[in-house]
């Protein structure tokens, strides 16, 4: 069983930086995949980030060249750092593991890109 609870969410200016963090507990963070998806308001939930087990990394579109996923297994945390924020980065953010046989999701954090 694997517990996730994200946090850095707020409200930043269009143009800002964020770094959302998402913390495991439970079992063996290092040996799971894990991601960032978003779901903004109205629509369907979409993959932002992954950053393998083996540390591989890869975006959606959108957000190339101005996030960054990472880990960092001694902490049992994923982060999300995210620069150049546009007001169509706005969703609430969650952080997703993919063990061998099961997957988990957390709760949300939520970001508002606002002037």
């Known amino acids: 069983q694997v517990q996730l609870e994200e946090s850095g969410g707020g409200l930043v200016q269009p143009g800002g930086s964020l770094r959302l963090s998402c913390a495991a507990s439970?079992?063996?963070?290092?040996?799971?995949?894990m991601r960032w998806y978003r779901q903004a308001p109205g629509k369907q939930r979409e993959f932002v980030a992954q950053?393998?087990?083996?540390?591989?990394?890869n975006y959606v579109d959108s957000v190339k060249g101005r996030f960054t996923i990472s880990r960092d297994n001694a902490k049992n945390s994923v982060y999300l750092q995210m620069n150049s924020l546009k007001p169509e980065d706005t969703a609430v953010y969650y952080c997703?593991?993919?063990?061998?046989?099961?997957?988990?999701w957390g709760q949300g954090t939520q970001v508002t890109v606002s002037s």
């Open positions: 950053i393998t087990k083996g540390g591989f990394t």
């Open positions: 439970g079992s063996v963070f290092s040996s799971y995949h």
């Open positions: 997703y593991a993919e063990g061998a046989t099961r997957v988990y």
